[in-house]
């Protein structure tokens, strides 16, 4: 999953003129903005995870062909949507542009206020403008509006085409729900503004749905539809999202070692801060310990084909 291929997508008219390139689930796609007239060339939306950046480097030079690339945007600052930026930056030299609410935390690379050090992104790149909710801009003949969408994070903003009907979601919409509500797992609102994004989605002129992952999509409804279950079920079982967001950071933390020993993985779990606030906060109740309930999950993960377990080794699969 983490290492197929990414895809060059669909062929919807609403898409003319954008270079969609779906990674596997773990890393985000790329959307490369192909530049028109004399607007001097092409800008990337997100640019993957960090253990995906010579793939990302590769797939973004063969998108342009001779174009070059002018601009990086990040929709936020989660490491599977950012981790390709300083190899884009030393490939082509380009600038990148971030959502305010974290340019600080990127400034003087603080990876804690990042969130990095659980997700595995450490490779520093510059930023030389913010990009707010609000802001429009012009790429691909098109005008981009950034659209505010708090609740996977709270900083994060996806960008709106209403002329071509293109909505770049990021991890507010995906054809099968959303991405985790960070938030709401270190003790904060979050449910409500993903509820709320949702209904801002709803009321745009959307044609299409580039999401953060997965194929784009034309059934908005359909999507919103299984997007509000979705969040429905975690509102009335908070455990159940929290469950759900361990056994992501478990298979985020594969993709980047590649393997560990079943103890090392679950001493890894049971030193990591954000699995220790989850664990305090969803499941103490379920096991005595973060590496117990790790424990658990780690089986799970494994039964399902996400981790494979050879001669008491830990694998990413």
């Known amino acids: 999953m983490a290492r197929s291929p990414a895809r060059e997508g669909i062929t919807h008219p609403a898409l003319e003129g954008l270079t969609v390139l779906e990674r596997g689930w773990l890393s985000s796609n790329n959307i490369v903005v192909h530049g028109r007239g004399d607007e001097g060339g092409a800008w990337l939306i997100d640019s993957g995870h960090v253990v995906h950046r010579e793939q990302t480097v590769a797939l973004v030079r063969h998108a342009l062909g001779a174009q070059p690339l002018q601009r990086v945007l990040n929709t936020h600052l989660h490491s599977d949507h950012c981790g390709g930026n300083a190899a884009l930056q030393h490939a082509f030299g380009v600038p990148v542009a971030v959502p305010p609410g974290q340019a600080d935390a990127v400034r003087n690379w603080d990876l804690a206020r990042l969130g990095h050090d659980d997700f595995g992104q450490r490779e520093r790149f510059a930023i030389d403008r913010t990009v707010d909710a609000g802001d429009t801009f012009r790429a ?61 989605i709803e009321r745009l002129p959307v044609r299409v749905v580039i999401p953060g992952h997965g194929a784009p999509f034309t059934d908005v409804a359909e999507a919103l539809q299984r997007a509000r279950s979705r969040l429905a079920a975690y509102i009335a079982d908070p455990p159940r999202h929290a469950r759900h967001a361990l056994k992501v950071l478990l298979k985020y933390h594969l993709m980047e070692v590649r393997r560990e020993t079943r103890p090392e993985l679950l001493q890894w779990a049971a030193d990591a801060p954000l699995v220790r606030k989850l664990w305090a906060g969803f499941g103490v109740h379920e096991s005595e310990s973060p590496a117990a309930w790790c424990a658990r999950l780690v089986d799970e993960l494994v039964g399902s084909g996400a981790l494979a377990l050879r001669d008491g080794v830990v694998h990413d699969a």
């Open 140 to 200: 691909g003949g098109r005008r981009w509006e950034a659209l505010p969408a708090p609740g996977h994070d709270p900083h994060s903003v996806m960008f709106f085409d209403a002329a071509g009907g293109v909505l770049v979601s990021a991890d507010a919409l995906w054809e099968s729900g959303f991405g985790l509500v960070f938030p709401e797992l270190v003790g904060e609102e979050g449910f409500d503004d993903v509820g709320a994004v949702l209904d801002a």
